[in-house]
């Protein structure tokens, strides 16, 4: 009896980026609201100073060195507690980032590693130009504030 | 009879209702394609009704119901069920009758249109009774619904029945039916192919001999007009005598001096491109001098290697070397373009070599050897012929300038009044006529002569062919004239034989005038882009006139209306209102905030044009300054004619022609983008030029691959469609764009409609702009780049080249207006 040599299997398709922007949106929501109980030690306006305990987050998930929830939400909180002006975490700050990481998690799972990585790349410059927005808008409302108080 | 109010305020009212981006219309299928709007195909069937009612003699007070009900008349495809019917996501096809929460909503929409009581009850009927019903239940609703005057119904069914043409063969159906028992003949007239500028010229001159002829226009299409009369029939001479005084007149209402400019080629390669033209007007030889007068060749030419070194072996060194060679090289170009002349008018030949001769005081002996002079004359010959006689004119002793003008003006003055024997374009007219359809009363008038079968006896015995449009080809390409391609492959050529020198392209008789019309209206091929834009309201031929008028005057005069203008592209962000422009496209300049720069420049070319005020009183416009004449003309006070007049001769710097009639709009337009941009990325932004005209101007556009190639698709299959490489429709597609045969969809059904896609590029525009001006933009790559990155990372870009705090001094308001694009880009394109 001949065995085949190829055997074809199919395989379900893996999602692209069209199908998972809903959850990329969802998570970069979040980890933009993580990221309003964050104040640096030192104001700046580099990625790195604004992206925060986030910006780790997502260099620690794009080279796998960790895993486990956990163990990322305790990486994150190390890193808020070593650069914000306050160690202090508040609870609400720590819930949003469990559910962040753990939709993180979940979207790792579903994705091929091409597709996550680029997902990745999305979330952080999405998460960037949020709060960079924010930060644009309390300029102009402090300006507008300043120019008031000359009248 | 038209409504006019009632039609800008229902343009304004269903757009808010977003018809604009519902589907009436859907067919692929070859010879049945067309998608139309919803919006466009309720406005139209009111329209055409109307001009039928007037036709029919119906009563002025169903005017208005007529016009309301035909709005409404394809009401139930506003269901989500027909919708996803044309948009192949299954459904149905929608009964006639309305459901009692749709009767309601119909009875809201003529309220806003300003109908209550008897109108909007005889709105709703029209609305029912315009169509033979298709189920039962129709049946039932029409034999309910009350009765309107026959008269009436015609004019509902002739106007849905005509917009909805599949082609001119449904003529004599109903269409010929109706207006037969009327006592009215249908006639049409259609072109087997659009070539821009000389298709317009065949309509204007058919539309006109048809008014004659006692026949109205019913209905413009890109490559027809479909008309109504009484009147008698039309000759096949009339025809071609028709065509061949329009085309006269055209070409005597270009400027001379731009005729003559247009002839010209190139002093090294075909000088005269298009002689022709210069038959066409008396001064069209002075405009040739003029513009010659002023180029390189002439005023400080370049003396080559090969001169020079003839020179110097005959002994000439330094300045005296460079001021012989300087003035032996603009005589031998004024002679090449001398000689050139005359063999365009060789009847003149013999004169104007003894004026030559007589005006600088030698023999006309003396002149005959240097008309033997050409590009390839060698240096050694050239020295020998014109060196002693530059001498003996005593041109030599003269200052280089001094020496050119006194050639220059003996030479314009013995080429004064060359005029052309007449009938310069009569072949010309003929070959229209064999390309033309005329149909009156159900009897062929004219039919189109086939084009020979190429190849009967194999390559060697066949017909070489036009490669633009296929007819038989007569002439050499030229590229200055046709474009790249000139020297591509053709359908007689050995496979390998090498693509160059005299292995021309060949063009035939019709398309080359076409490309020499496109050259006098200041076309240039590798500079300038070709736009066709079919009107997406079916227009009376006088709002047509004025519509287009207004529209070629917004776009000329001034910059600011430029679709390259950034400027231009934040008002467009801002929201302009198409329902306004339609009103008076002049308006444009009200919302873009440049009336006041549009008004000066108006006045300007008023005070040109007219010289006194009293002359513009016969257009309608009293006014006692001419920036109040520019004000009423801005408003739309005046005259129509005095519109298509001021557009005729207007030319602004990105624009080199509008041309229109009811049928379209041809507008040449510089090619977007930096010389050296990718040209993915101009593909991108020609898209979006197309898309903003489709938006603002309510037509549908068409953007040809190869400019001069007639245009072949008279029926659009949605908003735009301009050429695309194969990875940038997929890259539209993936964002979720409708792409059907390159066409983009207008339909919200797509992810990314035509108008939400126009937003989306006029973003990334900004962006490029923005970024460019501080000098992180991505070069040549353009403004693909900035489709294909995540817009935080464009950001970072830029607020990495922001000196000192970003947020801080004049830096915050950079990032806030760029931000603000980035959120449009964000909404239209990544969500």
């Given at each position: 009896?001949?065995?085949?040599?190829?055997?074809?299997?199919?395989?379900?398709?893996?999602?692209?980026?069209?199908?998972?922007?809903?959850?990329?949106?969802?998570?970069?929501?979040?980890?933009?609201?993580?990221?309003?109980?964050?104040?640096?030690?030192?104001?700046?306006?580099?990625?790195?100073?604004?992206?925060?305990?986030?910006?780790?987050?997502?260099?620690?998930?794009?080279?796998?060195?960790?895993?486990?929830?956990?163990?990322?939400?305790?990486?994150?909180?190390?890193?808020?507690?070593?650069?914000?002006?306050?160690?202090?975490?508040?609870?609400?700050?720590?819930?949003?980032?469990?559910?962040?990481?753990?939709?993180?998690?979940?979207?790792?799972?579903?994705?091929?590693?091409?597709?996550?990585i680029k997902a990745l790349r999305e979330i952080d410059y999405a998460v960037y130009k949020a709060r960079f927005a924010k930060a644009a808008e309390r300029a102009a409302a402090k300006k507008a504030g300043e120019g008031g108080g000359e009248e | 009879m038209v409504p006019r109010e009632l039609f800008y305020r229902a343009l304004d009212v269903l757009r808010r209702e977003g018809w604009h981006r519902k589907?009436?219309?859907?067919?692929?299928?070859?010879?049945?394609?067309?998608?139309?709007?919803?919006?466009?195909?309720?406005?139209?069937?009111?329209?055409?009704?109307?001009?039928?009612?007037?036709?029919?003699?119906?009563?002025?007070?169903?005017?208005?119901?007529?016009?309301?009900?035909?709005?409404?008349?394809?009401?139930?495809?506003?269901?989500?069920?027909?919708?996803?019917?044309?948009?192949?996501?299954?459904?149905?096809?929608?009964?006639?009758?309305?459901?009692?929460?749709?009767?309601?909503?119909?009875?809201?929409?003529?309220?806003?249109?300003?109908?209550?009581?008897?109108?909007?009850?005889?709105?709703?009927?029209?609305?029912?009774?315009?169509?033979?019903?298709?189920?039962?239940?129709?049946?039932?609703?029409?034999?309910?619904?009350?009765?309107?005057?026959?008269?009436?119904?015609?004019?509902?069914?002739?106007?849905?029945?005509?917009?909805?043409?599949?082609?001119?063969?449904?003529?004599?159906?109903?269409?010929?039916?109706?207006?037969?028992?009327?006592?009215?003949?249908?006639?049409?007239?259609?072109?087997?192919?659009?070539?821009?500028?000389?298709?317009?010229?065949?309509?204007?001159?058919?539309?006109?001999?048809?008014?004659?002829?006692?026949?109205?226009?019913?209905?413009?299409?890109?490559?027809?007009?479909?008309?109504?009369?009484?009147?008698?029939?039309?000759?096949?001479?009339?025809?071609?005598?028709?065509?061949?005084?329009?085309?006269?007149?055209?070409?005597?209402?270009?400027?001379?001096?731009?005729?003559?400019?247009?002839?010209?080629?190139?002093?090294?390669?075909?000088?005269?491109?298009?002689?022709?033209?210069?038959?066409?007007?008396?001064?069209?030889?002075?405009?040739?001098?003029?513009?010659?007068?002023?180029?390189?060749?002439?005023?400080?030419?370049?003396?080559?290697?090969?001169?020079?070194?003839?020179?110097?072996?005959?002994?000439?060194?330094?300045?005296?070397?460079?001021?012989?060679?300087?003035?032996?090289?603009?005589?031998?170009?004024?002679?090449?373009?001398?000689?050139?002349?005359?063999?365009?008018?060789?009847?003149?030949?013999?004169?104007?070599?003894?004026?030559?001769?007589?005006?600088?005081?030698?023999?006309?002996?003396?002149?005959?050897?240097?008309?033997?002079?050409?590009?390839?004359?060698?240096?050694?010959?050239?020295?020998?012929?014109?060196?002693?006689?530059?001498?003996?004119?005593?041109?030599?002793?003269?200052?280089?300038?001094?020496?050119?003008?006194?050639?220059?003006?003996?030479?314009?003055?013995?080429?004064?009044?060359?005029?052309?024997?007449?009938?310069?374009?009569?072949?010309?007219?003929?070959?229209?006529?064999?390309?033309?359809?005329?149909?009156?009363?159900?009897?062929?008038?004219?039919?189109?002569?086939?084009?020979?079968?190429?190849?009967?006896?194999?390559?060697?015995?066949?017909?070489?062919?036009?490669?633009?449009?296929?007819?038989?080809?007569?002439?050499?390409?030229?590229?200055?004239?046709?474009?790249?391609?000139?020297?591509?492959?053709?359908?007689?050529?050995?496979?390998?034989?090498?693509?160059?020198?005299?292995?021309?392209?060949?063009?035939?008789?019709?398309?080359?005038?076409?490309?020499?019309?496109?050259?006098?209206?200041?076309?240039?091929?590798?500079?300038?882009?070709?736009?066709?834009?079919?009107?997406?309201?079916?227009?009376?031929?006088?709002?047509?006139?004025?519509?287009?008028?207004?529209?070629?005057?917004?776009?000329?005069?001034?910059?600011?209306?430029?679709?390259?203008?950034?400027?231009?592209?934040?008002?467009?962000?801002?929201?302009?209102?198409?329902?306004?422009?339609?009103?008076?496209?002049?308006?444009?300049?009200?919302?873009?905030?440049?009336?006041?720069?549009?008004?000066?420049?108006?006045?300007?070319?008023?005070?040109?044009?007219?010289?006194?005020?009293?002359?513009?009183?016969?257009?309608?416009?009293?006014?006692?300054?001419?920036?109040?004449?520019?004000?009423?003309?801005?408003?739309?006070?005046?005259?129509?004619?005095?519109?298509?007049?001021?557009?005729?001769?207007?030319?602004?710097?990105?624009?080199?022609?509008?041309?229109?009639?009811?049928?379209?709009?041809?507008?040449?337009?510089?090619?977007?983008?930096?010389?050296?941009?990718?040209?993915?990325?101009?593909?991108?932004?020609?898209?979006?030029?197309?898309?903003?005209?489709?938006?603002?101007?309510?037509?549908?556009?068409?953007?040809?691959?190869?400019?001069?190639?007639?245009?072949?698709?008279?029926?659009?299959?949605?908003?735009?469609?301009?050429?695309?490489?194969?990875?940038?429709?997929?890259?539209?597609?993936?964002?979720?764009?409708?792409?059907?045969?390159?066409?983009?969809?207008?339909?919200?059904?797509?992810?990314?409609?035509?108008?939400?896609?126009?937003?989306?590029?006029?973003?990334?525009?900004?962006?490029?702009?923005?970024?460019?001006?501080?000098?992180?933009?991505?070069?040549?790559?353009?403004?693909?780049?900035?489709?294909?990155?995540?817009?935080?990372?464009?950001?970072?870009?830029?607020?990495?080249?922001?000196?000192?705090?970003?947020?801080?001094?004049?830096?915050?308001?950079?990032?806030?207006?760029?931000?603000?694009?980035?959120?449009?880009?964000?909404?239209?394109?990544?969500?």
């Open positions: 009896m001949s065995r085949p040599l190829v055997v074809m299997r199919e395989e379900k398709k893996a999602p692209g980026m069209e199908e998972i922007r809903g959850e990329v949106r969802e998570i970069v929501e979040l980890l933009d609201r993580y990221l309003d109980y964050y104040v640096p030690r030192q104001y700046g306006f580099s990625k790195h100073t604004i992206m925060g305990p986030v910006g780790k987050l997502l260099s620690v998930l794009e080279s796998g060195k960790l895993y486990d929830k956990d163990a990322l939400v305790g990486y994150v909180v190390n890193v808020h507690r070593n650069t914000a002006r306050s160690d202090y975490v508040p609870p609400e700050a720590l819930r949003v980032l469990e559910e962040a990481v753990e939709k993180l998690i979940a979207l790792r799972a579903k994705l091929p590693s091409r597709v996550w | 589907v009436a219309k859907y067919a692929s299928a070859q010879g049945r394609a067309r998608w139309q709007p919803l919006l466009y195909h309720a406005l139209n069937s009111a329209l055409t009704a109307c001009t039928a009612a007037d036709l029919l003699g119906v009563e002025e007070r169903y005017c208005r119901p007529l016009f309301a009900g035909m709005l409404l008349h394809d009401y139930t495809k506003t269901r989500q069920s027909f919708q996803d019917m044309a948009t192949g996501k299954g459904g149905e096809a929608p009964s006639k009758t309305l459901t009692p929460g749709e009767e309601e909503e119909a009875r809201r929409i003529l309220s806003q249109l300003g109908l209550e009581g008897w109108e909007a009850e005889t709105a709703l009927r029209v609305a029912l009774l315009n169509e033979t019903p298709a189920r039962p239940v129709d049946v039932a609703a029409q034999l309910a619904a009350g009765p309107i005057p026959g008269k009436v119904r015609d004019a509902a069914v002739l106007g849905d029945l005509l917009v909805s043409l599949w082609g001119y063969q449904e003529l004599s159906g109903r269409v010929g039916e109706i207006l037969g028992r009327y006592g009215y003949r249908v006639a049409y007239h259609r072109v087997t192919q659009v070539r821009g500028v000389l298709t317009q010229i065949v309509h204007r001159a058919l539309t006109r001999l048809m008014g004659e002829k006692g026949y109205r226009p019913l209905i413009y299409l890109a490559d027809g007009v479909v008309y109504a009369g009484r009147g008698a029939r039309v000759g096949v001479d009339e025809v071609g005598q028709a065509l061949e005084r329009e085309l006269a007149s055209f070409l005597q209402s270009l400027d001379p001096g731009r005729l003559g400019e247009a002839a010209f080629g190139n002093i090294v390669q075909t000088v005269l491109k298009a002689p022709e033209l210069l038959e066409a007007s008396p001064r069209a030889v002075e405009g040739l001098w003029s513009y010659v007068e002023a180029q390189r060749f002439v005023a400080s030419p370049s003396v080559t290697g090969g001169l020079r070194g003839e020179l110097a072996r005959r002994g000439f060194r330094g300045v005296e070397l460079e001021d012989v060679g300087a003035k032996i090289a603009s005589a031998k170009n004024l002679f090449i373009v001398f000689k050139e002349l005359l063999s365009v008018f060789p009847e003149h030949r013999g004169e104007a070599v003894k004026r030559l001769a007589e005006k600088l005081g030698v023999e006309p002996g003396q002149v005959e050897p240097l008309l033997q002079i050409g590009n390839t004359t060698k240096a050694g010959l050239l020295v020998d012929l014109l060196y002693p006689f530059l001498e003996k004119t005593g041109l030599l002793s003269l200052d280089h300038g001094d020496m050119v003008e006194r050639l220059l003006s003996a030479m314009k003055a013995a080429t004064r009044g060359f005029e052309a024997g007449g009938e310069a374009f009569t072949r010309e007219a003929g070959m229209l006529v064999e390309e033309l359809y005329l149909w009156v009363d159900g009897e062929p008038v004219i039919v189109p002569r086939p084009v020979k079968p190429v190849y009967e006896k194999g390559k060697s015995g066949g017909v070489e062919l036009c490669f633009l449009c296929g007819r038989p080809a007569e002439h050499e390409a030229v590229a200055s004239l046709t474009g790249d391609g000139a020297e591509s492959f053709h359908n007689l050529r050995a496979g390998g034989e090498r693509s160059g020198g005299r292995n021309k392209a060949k063009i035939c008789r019709l398309c080359r005038l076409e490309a020499t019309l496109r050259s006098a209206l200041g076309f240039r091929p590798d500079a300038y882009d070709v736009y066709y834009l079919m009107p997406a309201i079916a227009m009376s031929p006088q709002y047509a006139s004025h519509y287009w008028s207004a529209v070629s005057l917004a776009l000329l005069g001034g910059g600011e209306l430029s679709l390259h203008s950034p400027a231009f592209w934040r008002k467009y962000l801002d929201g302009l209102s198409p329902a306004e422009v339609a009103r008076n496209p002049l308006s444009l300049h009200e919302a873009l905030g440049t009336r006041a720069a549009a008004r000066e420049r108006l006045a300007g070319r008023l005070r040109e044009l007219f010289g006194s005020l009293d002359l513009l009183r016969e257009y309608g416009v009293e006014a006692g300054s001419w920036e109040e004449a520019a004000e009423k003309v801005l408003r739309g006070e005046a005259d129509p004619g005095l519109l298509r007049d001021l557009a005729a001769v207007s030319t602004g710097g990105d624009y080199a022609a509008l041309l229109a009639s009811g049928n379209y709009m041809v507008v040449m337009a510089r090619a977007p983008g930096g010389r050296d941009e990718a040209e993915a990325s101009k593909m991108l932004r020609r898209l979006n030029r197309a898309l903003m005209l489709y938006k603002m101007f309510h037509a549908f556009v068409y953007v040809p691959g190869e400019k001069m190639a007639p245009f072949p698709e008279p029926r659009p299959l949605g908003a735009a469609k301009v050429p695309l490489k194969a990875d940038l429709a997929s890259l539209l597609r993936e964002r979720g764009v409708v792409l059907r045969e390159g066409w983009v969809g207008f339909e919200e059904e797509a992810g990314l409609p035509a108008e939400e896609l126009s937003e989306a590029l006029t973003a990334a525009e900004l962006l490029v702009e923005e970024m460019r001006r501080r000098r992180v933009d991505f070069g040549n790559a353009g403004l693909l780049p900035v489709l294909e990155r995540p817009p935080g990372m464009l950001l970072s870009r830029l607020v990495a080249a922001l000196p000192g705090n970003p947020l801080g001094g004049r830096n915050l308001e950079v990032v806030r207006v760029f931000l603000r694009y980035l959120d449009v880009l964000e909404e239209r394109w990544w969500m």
